[in-house]
């Protein structure tokens, strides 16, 4: 059974950080496509960062330059460095992976991934 869990959201001020970690069980982040998305209210969930499975990555519009997506290969942990963050940041996160080979990775579809974490609230608000 796969696990995906997030932690390191919170409040924060704009212009700060944040940094969002998934943890995963039965996953493997190294070898596969996983990324983050995201979901404000009354919004539909919208691709945030993908990891392609031989490292490259993607960001959407809105956070290239300001966002970081990583992992730690030896601790099997994908993160989500924030940086400069604004209102319009604040959103559920979530961490999503796939076993499959992803043609269309650069396009941030949320259909493309299997598995999903429960989610980490970010609030950025002064």
């Known amino acids: 059974e796969v696990q995906l869990v997030e932690s390191g959201g919170g409040l924060v001020q704009p212009g700060g950080s944040l940094r969002l970690s998934c943890s995963a069980s039965?996953?493997?982040?190294?070898?596969?496509?996983a990324g983050w998305f995201r979901q404000s209210p009354g919004k539909e969930r919208e691709g945030v960062a993908i990891?392609?499975?031989?490292?490259?990555?993607v960001y959407t519009d809105s956070v290239k330059g300001r966002f970081t997506i990583s992992i730690d290969n030896a601790k099997n942990i994908l993160y989500l460095q924030m940086d400069s963050l604004k209102s319009d940041d604040t959103a559920m996160y979530y961490c999503?992976?796939?076993?499959?080979?992803?043609?269309?990775?650069?396009?941030?579809?949320?259909?493309?991934?299997?598995?999903w974490g429960q989610g980490t609230q970010v609030t950025v608000s002064s």
């Open positions: 990891r392609s499975d031989k490292g490259d990555t």
């Open positions: 039965g996953f493997a982040f190294a070898n596969n496509y």
């Open positions: 999503a992976g796939t076993r499959y080979y992803v043609s269309r990775w650069r396009s941030l579809a949320e259909d493309d991934y299997e598995f």
